[in-house]
């Protein structure tokens, strides 16, 4: 897995208990997965289409820094789905996995559109 961006938690980033608010995280995965697909992909128009169960497996609290891991599962012909884990940089322990999410590209009119892709691209890497 490669792990693509680093997020620093802040105060802003916490919920009552003092640690990362889910909320914020499962935001900070979505921009990275939206990114990573519109690199992979060639194109700006990705929604998220598909989310799989989300695992919270441990907290991070303020001034972690944690990372988000990508790996593409496979290429679809409009979508592109993949897997995401996010850990704590310094201890290497997970926070959160999420086993698939499909990213489908559109066309200007908001509709699937057929991307031909079928490998990883190393711009993305």
């Not at 907290?59 to 599962?73: C, L, N, P």
């Not at 993949?82 to 997970?94: A, F, G, P, Y």
């Not at 990213?103 to 890497?125: R, W, Y």
């Amino acid at each position: 897995m490669l792990f693509h961006t680093r997020k620093w938690v802040k105060p802003e980033d916490l919920n009552p208990n003092s640690t990362l608010f889910g909320g914020k995280l499962l935001a900070w995965i979505d921009e990275e997965l939206a990114l990573y697909s519109i690199i992979q992909l060639q194109n700006s128009r990705i929604v998220t289409k598909h989310m799989s169960e989300i695992n919270f497996r441990s907290s991070a609290k303020k001034g972690d820094i944690i990372e988000i891991g990508i790996d593409v599962v496979k290429f679809g012909k409009t979508s592109i789905t993949l897997k995401c884990e996010v850990r704590n940089i310094m201890t290497r322990e997970t926070i959160i996995t999420v086993d698939t999410i499909t990213m489908v590209s559109l066309d200007e009119n908001g509709k699937p559109h057929e991307h031909g892709k079928t490998e990883v691209s190393v711009l993305a890497d």
